[in-house]
Every structure is written in structure tokens, then in C-alpha cells.
């Protein structure tokens, strides 16, 4: 047992915790903004998916020409096919009022497919992309060396809580999220907050891509996000769809993902099993947030 | 009440039928009429209408068959379609005249074409000068060509043309609007199979080995030929028997896992754990299968599939439980033990041994070898082939026993003379099954080679006749009806939410679970035994399959058909390089997302407001109205599915049922 705390208790671990953390949360604060406008977003995990793999194609793309440019580039690119793809998971839900689970679950079905079809038309390969030149750089020092979304992320969950709780577009967003039908007669423009919130989510989620193939590692792989998704929407709900409480869920969620990686090398537990350890703890977190403070208009269209 | 004053088509219908027939007019100029002969690599002999023959084949001396008449009947074709699109502007009321000529017009030029095809094949397998590889390569050049999108689409539109003239009378509107609810399914397959062709036409190199430079023209020509190709592949199946019952196969685990989403989704919840109930269910039947005791005989089949079933309630079960108990919710729950499941299967496949806090475990199920999987299943607890199972041939002669056929038409002949009396299904039952045991031994020759369709199909069509029964034939099937229609209304009406919720996630999980037998008593995994790569994917595309079918019994095996097909289809598809299995995955993604967005469509055309509150409002221009409600619509307004179904529909669907009372 020792041991364990010996291992848990370097830097080395402490990097892990963060790489493990910052997908989740980015991912988890996008889906802040599109649950609190009232709009379900199952299809995180298929955004990150996209992102990662816009991220990639358009830094190999620009590589030869802009050198280390590209990455910041590639970067934006996720962002903004996040936002798109997410745009589409709107009009679905928006617009033709589908249900959003179901429309959710269509984008991740999507996310299956597409990478496989663009990546052997582009590289003839239907599970990988060629290794980038230029990965987004590493700041920090010694084993403490992050990519730049990692500190995005941390300053993203200052700037989600302003936003949120001091402006008056985050004001407007929880009124949608909690009664449309108030918000619309104080004239607030309810579908365009929806639409607002939905594409935030996808631009955030599609950073959280950018991060898992060109700040993480330097490609993208099939199955990147391997549930990530999924995992920072438990975390969403744990934390109460609050910025402050997705902070405290993502961080105990990559923790325990640290925790499965570091542990996956010992002999304590059996690694595939440490493995479902995250999603066991999300059941159980999930009881004890049981029925919690959701929006009260989550999930429902607006009449009218 | 019948009166209609108007016979002539709606706006609505005459728009359909102007754009169906601008489409196939403008298909007819600018893709190719025909394929007079296709290559290995898809290259391809095209005509256009114009009479101009485009060789993309690397064979430039192979002779073709005449293609005069096929010209001459597509320029009639061309002619009735453009009929067809100034009868729709002026919304007359012939059009479907026209419409349907088109469509026979179209027919006609591709059984003239597929003769020609065939003259030649005869004279090849007559001309004994050419070796045997030439006659063979030359044999499948010819019987790959047929007709392409310049016949394809004018057939197609003269049908919607068709229909849509007809509509105007009374009768037909009628017969067509018990259609209606195939509109959204079938517009989200049109658009899905559309935004597929855009993606092929941009992603796919136009195969051309004729060494000639394509220009702008030829280029667009050969490429729309492989959007054809791509598709005709993809749905070659249903014309063959062998690839048929291959798609059977592949379409007998979307059932359970279709009907397991579907289930709960008329409970009002949303199953995405298919693939783990599935999982569990397979490894339960394993365990069953691989240990139980020998002695047990022929009761271990029963057992095992009974495991998997329980292994899959199970895993169902839990989420449902959760739900009930403590609101969290079902859709992350699920996804949750599909990770869990997964990680199990691995646990125990994977490896032999396992370290547990420091000290070595053994866990022997993992069989020798370098690949994850389970010992053989024991012989008594395997499923038969449909093929051992209706082969009434001896000697190892092939002979289908007629049984099947001759106890469904017994069925349906028994069902329909016994419509009024009391208990007539259940004596109809038993004059089939009467029927099926004496016929038993009668067989008819078959022609199939090596089918590995199981009887895990069997199993599934029970699934549906009891989805079908517990649904719509007894009270649990009403409880949980009222559950997914309105908790709250049902809470009120006595029905306990909590208990339908774990019941329905329950009954999900064991259909999903049962699928489980396919791949391990059914030995779809080419051995009897759990293995490494089982598809677990297809409990996710068993959502596909609950949408598309409906969340109906019906509805699911028929959408599980379309989706074996595709899946059969696409691996035809792969002999092209480049275009993989992954766009069959896009297509079906994409018509669950269309479908979710109701095809796009009006609200007013997928679920219109009941005639007489059209008439209430004194809306005239809507379709002639059907006075009264026949009971075939009434049927199919409660048919409609519950997951999109949102208030205004809701409100709707009150009135229809107080004004059919």
C-alpha cells in the first residue's frame, strides 16, 4: 500500500490528473452552456471526436506552409466543426423539435462513421491520421509541461462562472433554461440562446478534441475520446450544471481516471477491470445526485 | 360524408409528383440511361440518352448488345415524364396516367436491355474459341450492367407520380394515407441515401481504366455511375437467395436489439445499453453453454438461452431500477454499464490469470490460442442452421421443407374466416401449427450453398409475436403504454410508474440479452464460442432499427431487414478501393438523425389535424378530407411512436380518439 501513496505522490501522477481532468472539463462546462439553455447534449462525445479530428486534419493540412502556426490554426478548426456540428444537433432539436436524446445520439453515431470515410479518402487509412510535425506546444517546466487548452481550460472556468452569474447573456441563458416561456415574453430571443448555448458546447468540446489529438498526443487515433463524453456529462449532472461544481465533478473523475492508469500498472487490480472503475463511481454519484437541480425546462421544446 | 367535391389532386400532391418528375427528366439528360457491362474494378460501359456509348472498361473491344429500342423507350420515357411535370404545374387529372406510362416505359427499357445483356452472355457460353477465364471475365462484364439513374430515377418518379394523381379519388386517398406513416422513414432514407451520394460524388475518384483523359462531362458521368453502382451494391441482396438469407442473418441480431430499444422507448425511456445487455446475455450463454453439466442433454439449448435472457434482464434491470429508486437518469446509466459490461468481457476472455491486491488469481474461461475467446460451446447447447433444420432431403440431397409457407397461409386463410369468432387467433394457431406437422416431410429443392442463418432467428420472431401480445394484448402492455404516453396521467390512474419502469427496462434488457445466442448458440462468430469481435455495435444500431420501424413489431423487422441488407451489401461494396463499410455507419447515422427531425418534413403532413377539425376551422384546402375515421388510420394514429412525439401531436391525438368514439 505504500507504494501506491509513493506513486500517487509524484509529479509524474500529477500530470496524468491533469491531462485527465482538462478534456473533461472543458467538455463539461460546453455542456454547461447547452443544458443550462434547455437543450440536452448527449452528443459530447461525438463533438470531442470531431474536434479532434478537425484539429488534426487541418494542422497536417497547413503544416508544409505554415510550420509552427498550424497547431494554433488547427486548433480553431476544431473549435469551429465543434461549433458547426453542434449547430446541427440544434437545428434538429431547435428547429424540428426532435427529441434530443435522439438527435444527441444520432451525432455520436455519426462520429462512428465519418472519421473512418474522411480519413481514408484523405490518408488512406480508415483508423488513424499521419503524425503531426508540429503538436501545440508545452509550457511549463520539468514533467509539469502542458499544452496551452490545459490552462484555457482553467481559465475557461473563471470566465463560464462570470459569464454565467454577471452578465446579462448568462442571465438570459438560465431563464431559458429554466422557464422559456417567461424569458420569451420579456423578450428574450429564446431560440437564438438555445442556438448560442448548443454551439458554445460544440466549440468547447471541440477544444477538448484539439487537446486529446494535437496537445496530448500527435494524431488522431480512432476512439479518441473513448467515452470522455459521456464521463463529463455524469460530471455535469454531478456537479449540480453549476461551473463550480463541474469544476469539483471533472476533478474527481480524472482523478479517478489517473487513478486507473497509474493502478492499470500494478499488481493490485486486475487493469481491465480498474478500467470501468470511472463509470461504476458515475452510477454511484449519480444516486446520491439522484434528482437534482436540473434546468426545469431541459429537454423540452419550446411551444409556439 | 364521402362527398368530395374535388376529385382533382391536392397542391400538396401535384407538387410532389412536379418535382418527382422534374427530378427524373433532369436525371434522364444528365446521368447515364444504362450500363452495357461493368469490369472487376467497377469500370464500366455507359449509354446516355443521347446515344452516346462512354467506355470506361479497360476491355474496349468487347462486343455490346443493340441499343436502339433501350434508346427509343427512353426518349418515350423522357417525353411522358415532361407530360407528367405540365400535367402536375396544371394539377390535372391525368397525370398519373402519364406518370404510371412513364414508369412501365422505364420497366420496359430495362427488361429490353437486360435481353440484350443476355444474348450476348448466351453467345459467350456458346463460343467455344475463347478460354474459359476470358468467357468467365467476360460472362460477369455482361451481367453486371442494367440500368443506372437515368432509368432508375424516371421509374421511381412515374411510381410517386402515380400516387400522388391518384390521390385526388377518394378511394385511392384512402388506401395511400394508411401509408402515411412510411412518409418519414422513407423521406429520411431518400435524403440519407442523398447526402450518401453527395459524399461518395466528392470523397470517391471516378473509376475510369479506359487509359483515355476524362473531361468535365465523362468525369461527372462516370462519377454519377459510381454513386449508382455504390448504392445497387449496397442493395443487391434482395435479389439473389444466398445474399437474402445472409442478410437474414445479419438482420436477426437488430431485431432483439430493435425490439429491446423499442420497448422501452413505448415505456417512455431511452435504452442506449443494448450493447451491454447484449454482452452480458452472450457471456451468460457461455457460461451455460461451455459449463454446465453434460448430463443435462438436449435441456442445455433451453438453459442457455434462457441465461442469456436473464444475463441481459439483468443488466436492463439495473438502470431501471436506479431510475425508479432514485430519478437518476436511464440514458447515462446505460451508457455507463455499456463500459462496465465491456470491461468485463475483456476480464474475462482476455486472460487466464488476474492479480488481485498483490497476490495471482486464476480464472481459467479464456481458451488457448493468441486471440480473446471462450471455450467451444458443448454440442448439445448450439443452435441448428435454419438450414439443418428445414432440409428434408436425404442423402444429403437439399430439399426445403414447405411446412413454414403452408402453415402461414394456413394461419392467415384460418384468421380471416374466423375474423368474428371469439378466440379464432388461438384456433387458428393450432390449425397452423396442424397444418405444419402434416406437411412436415414435403420438401422442395433448394438451390443454397452454406447458409449459416441459425435459429436464433426463430427465437427472434417469437420476440416479436411477444412484443406484439404484451403490448397490445394485455394489461401490463396497456400499464406500460400509459406510462410512456404520460407518467403523470398514468400515476393517477392507479398504475405504479416505478414498477412499469423496471419492468419495461427489465423486458429491454432480455431482448437485447437474447442476441446473445446469435452470436454464441448460433455460432455467427464462425465458431461456437464467445469471441473478442462480437459486433456490439449493433445494439446502438438498434436504435436506428426502433426509430425507423416505429417502435412497431412490424416496423423493427422490417427496418432490421433494410439494415441486414445494407450491411450485406457493403461488403460487395468494399471490393472498390477507397469506399469502405465505415459510409454504411454515415447512412445509418444519418437516417436516425433525419428521422429525428421528422424527414424534415411539415407537421401538418406527418400527423394532420383530424377531418373534422379541419372542417370545424373550415380549411378547405386541405387534402380531401376522409370523412369519419376508417378504423385502419385510428389503428395507426395509436401505432405512432412516442419518442418525438411532443404536445401539439399530443392534443391532437385526444381529439382523433374522442372524435372516432
Sequence with gaps: MEGLFAQLLTTAFLATFIRSVVPLLLTGLGGLFSERSGVVNIALDGLIIFGALAGAVATLTLEPSLGALAPWLGWLAGAVVGGLIAWIHAVVSIKYRADQVISGTAINLLSAGVPAVILTALYGSSTESPKVQNALPLWGVGELRFSPPVFFALLTVLVTWYVLYRTPYGLRLRATGEHPGAAASMGVNVRRMRYSGVILSGVLAGTAGVFLSIGNLDSYVRNISAGLGFISLAALIFGQWKPLGVLGATVLFGFLQALS????????????????LPYLITIIALIFTGRSAAPRALGKPLDG | MTHVSDSRPSPTAAKVALTASAAAAAGLLLFPLATLGRGFDADAVLLHLSGAVLNFSGNQEAPLPPTGTVLALGWATLALTVASVVGALRRATWFWLTGLLACLCGVAAVLVLGQGLGAETARIAADTT???????????????????????LPI????????????????????????????????????????????????????????????????????????????????????????FLDSLKLATPLIFTGLSVAFAFRTGLFNIGAPGQLTVGAIMAMLVGVYGPSSLGWALLPLSVIAAGAGGALWGAIPGLLKARFGSSEVINTIMLNYIASALFIFLIGSNTFTFLGREYSLPLKAEGFEPASEELQVPARLPTLLDLFNVGQNGALALTVAPLVALIAYAAARLALRRTPRGGLIALGAALLAGVLTWRIGIPAQVIGSQLNASFLIALACVALFGVLMWRTA????????????????????????????????????????????????????????????????????????????????????????????????????????NRDLVTVLKALIVLFIAAGGFLNRRVTDPPPPQLVKAEGGGNTPPAVAGLSPSVAAHERATPTPTVTLSSETNKDVTRGGGQ
Design chain 2, 156 to 243: 421511381l418518379a412515374g411510381l410517386i407520380t402515380a400516387g400522388a394523381g391518384l390521390s385526388g379519388r377518394a378511394a385511392w386517398w384512402e388506401r395511400l394515407n394508411r401509408l402515411r406513416g412510411l412518409l418519414v422513414p422513407a423521406v429520411a432514407i431518400a435524403l440519407a441515401v442523398l447526402v450518401g451520394a453527395v459524399v461518395v460524388l466528392i470523397v470517391q475518384p471516378a473509376v475510369n481504366n479506359s487509359g483515355a483523359p476524362l473531361g468535365l462531362w465523362r468525369g461527372w458521368l462516370a462519377k454519377s455511375d459510381l454513386v449508382y453502382f455504390v448504392y445497387s451494391t449496397l442493395f443487391a441482396p434482395v435479389t439473389a437467395l444466398n445474399p
Design chain 1, 261 to 276: 492508469i497509474t493502478l492499470g500498472g500494478t499488481d493490485l487490480l486486475p487493469p481491465t477491470l480498474v478500467a470501468a
Design chain 2, 476 to 579: 401490463t402492455g396497456y400499464a406500460l403504454r400509459a406510462v410512456g404516453l404520460s407518467p403523470r396521467a398514468a400515476e393517477y390512474g392507479g398504475i405504479s410508474v416505478a414498477r412499469g419502469t423496471i419492468l419495461a427496462m427489465t423486458l429491454a434488457g432480455m431482448f437485447a440479452g437474447l442476441a446473445g445466442t446469435h452470436y454464441v448458440n448460433g455460432g455467427a462468430l464462425d465458431e461456437y464460442r464467445l469471441k473478442g469481435n462480437m459486433p456490439v455495435n449493433v445494439g446502438f444500431d438498434g436504435i436506428a432499427v426502433a426509430l425507423m420501424g416505429q417502435s412497431t413489431p412490424g416496423g423493427v423487422v422490417a427496418a432490421s431487414l433494410l439494415f441486414g441488407t445494407i450491411d450485406t451489401g457493403s461488403v460487395g461494396v468494399q471490393r472498390l478501393a477507397n469506399v
Design chain 2, 130 to 152: 475463347l478460354r474459359p477465364g476470358l468467357r468467365r471475365q467476360l460472362r460477369s462484364f455482361y451481367t453486371g450492367g442494367g440500368m443506372n439513374l437515368g432509368l432508375f
